[in-house]
């Protein structure tokens, strides 16, 4: 017995005749009764229709086989259709690794867009620092890292470039500078800086360094193995200043104030990209990418 012997069933007793069923299914109708009479057979010669000249109506025995038949053609319908929509990348499971500074801003947006589109993908997020993500990308562990840099930081992956946000200070509420609406690098040259151990902590390092490093700059830069919000807190108690992502605006209630940080071209921006292995045979990772990525 086969699928098709279902569908002919079906057909034969949604249509009352064995030659509707052949018209509905674009097959002659002695195939039908044929292929029938075949099932009918199978079960040990037990009659599923009663033939007249007026059609063919189904017997007791053939209602409860219907019922079966029917079940068995829907549940194949659906895993065919999920097995579709699985290898076009709309169903499925990805494991997406990232820092604990993107926990909020845009990363987080572009995830709540993500699963409202494809409800039936499954995200789960991995929290770890750059040298651990990497790991679980080339052991297939992570699917897909989403990271501060450009597309040339991972060389070993493929990459997409992502969404930029802006570099902001943070100062306690008694700092100086917090009257200014914006604060320009060369007012940051003698300051005492906090950063973490932690990711993104030694991208901020290098950013620091980079417009920081004329000789009369005299930057103090302390790392420190706290999370973010203990290096606010520290902010908070004059300890020092700390550079964050934007997404840090949100904690407003560490007793700190936040400034965008400006050089000559604007403000100054972080970029994020998102990588992944190449090999990596998961169709939802192209479906995450596409949705996620800007718009050109």
Same mark, same amino acid.
């Given at each position: 017995m086969?699928?098709r012997h279902?569908?002919?069933?079906?057909?034969?007793a949604?249509?009352?005749?064995?030659?509707?069923?052949?018209?509905e299914?674009n097959?002659? $109708?002695?195939?039908?009764? =044929?292929r029938? =009479?075949? &099932?009918e057979?199978?079960?040990g010669g037990i009659?599923?229709?009663?033939?007249?000249t007026?059609?063919a109506?189904?017997?007791p025995?053939?209602?409860?086989?219907?019922?079966?038949?029917?079940?068995i053609i *829907?549940?194949v319908?659906?895993? %065919?259709?999920?097995a579709?929509?699985?290898?076009?990348?709309?169903?499925?499971?990805?494991l997406?690794g990232?820092?604990?500074?993107?926990?909020?801003?845009?990363?987080?947006?572009a995830?709540?867009?993500?699963?409202e589109?494809?409800?039936d993908?499954e995200v789960?997020?991995?929290e770890?620092p750059?040298? *651990?993500?990497?790991?679980?990308l $080339?052991?297939d562990?992570?699917d897909?890292?989403?990271i501060?840099?450009d597309?040339g930081?991972?060389?070993?992956f493929?990459?997409v470039?992502?969404?930029a946000?802006?570099?902001?200070?943070?100062?306690? *509420?008694c700092? @100086?500078? &917090?009257?200014?609406?914006?604060?320009?690098?060369?007012e940051?040259?003698?300051?005492?800086?906090?950063?973490?151990h932690?990711?993104?902590?030694?991208?901020?390092?290098h950013?620091?360094?980079?417009?920081?490093?004329? @000789?009369s700059?005299?930057p103090?830069i302390?790392?420190?193995?706290l999370?973010?919000e203990?290096?606010?807190s520290?902010?908070?108690?004059? $300890?020092?200043?700390?550079?964050?992502?934007?997404?840090a605006?949100g904690? %407003?209630s560490?007793?700190?104030v936040?400034?965008?940080?400006?050089?000559?071209?604007?403000?100054?921006?972080?970029?994020?990209?998102?990588?992944w =292995?190449?090999e990596?045979?998961?169709? &939802?990772v192209?479906?995450f &990418?596409?949705?996620?990525? @800007?718009?050109g």
């Amino acid at each position: 017995m086969e699928l098709r012997h279902l569908r002919y069933i079906l057909a034969s007793a949604r249509n009352g005749s064995f030659s509707a069923a052949g018209h509905e299914l674009n097959v002659r $109708q002695p195939i039908v009764s =044929k292929r029938i =009479k075949e &099932v009918e057979d199978e079960l040990g010669g037990i009659a599923l229709f009663d033939r007249s000249t007026s059609g063919a109506r189904l017997t007791p025995t053939g209602e409860e086989f219907l019922v079966s038949a029917r079940r068995i053609i *829907e549940d194949v319908e659906r895993l %065919t259709e999920r097995a579709k929509a699985s290898a076009a990348g709309k169903v499925g499971r990805l494991l997406v690794g990232f820092y604990k500074s993107l926990s909020a801003g845009a990363f987080r947006a572009a995830l709540h867009d993500f699963r409202e589109q494809y409800p039936d993908i499954e995200v789960e997020l991995v929290e770890v620092p750059f040298t *651990e993500l990497m790991a679980g990308l $080339q052991s297939d562990r992570i699917d897909l890292a989403v990271i501060l840099g450009d597309a040339g930081k991972c060389k070993d992956f493929a990459s997409v470039t992502l969404w930029a946000e802006r570099l902001v200070v943070a100062l306690p *509420e008694c700092h @100086p500078l &917090v009257d200014r609406p914006l604060i320009y690098w060369p007012e940051l040259k003698s300051e005492r800086f906090l950063i973490s151990h932690h990711d993104p902590g030694p991208d901020i390092r290098h950013i620091l360094l980079r417009h920081l490093a004329a @000789p009369s700059d005299h930057p103090e830069i302390l790392a420190r193995h706290l999370s973010r919000e203990s290096i606010l807190s520290e902010v908070a108690d004059r $300890q020092g200043i700390a550079l964050q992502c934007e997404s840090a605006m949100g904690l %407003t209630s560490l007793g700190v104030v936040f400034r965008p940080v400006h050089d000559g071209h604007g403000a100054t921006r972080l970029g994020y990209i998102a990588c992944w =292995k190449p090999e990596n045979t998961n169709p &939802v990772v192209k479906t995450f &990418v596409d949705a996620i990525k @800007p718009r050109g």
